[in-house]
């Protein structure tokens, strides 16, 4: 069976992730295309862009696909 791969742009919305660099969790509230970066928000409502080497998306896929 062929493994499915996965586009950085079919991240749900609401997904939290760790960023790298600060160990901070942040959640995911938009994605920008070319290049990919993802819009996030922390704790305190704080919005910052990342691109996607700079997080760890944190229990996503964690299904078994």
Known sequence: ???K????????IGTEMKVKKTGEIVVL????????TFVTENSTG??????TH????????????
Request: charged fraction near 25%.
């Open 29 to 36: 509230i938009e994605i920008q295309n070319f290049p990919t």
């Open 46 to 51: 704080f919005k910052e862009k990342y691109l």
């Open 1 to 3: 069976m062929a493994k």
């Open 54 to 65: 700079e997080v760890e998306i944190l229990n996503w896929l964690d299904n078994g696909d």
């Open 5 to 12: 791969y996965y586009s950085m742009n079919e991240v749900p």
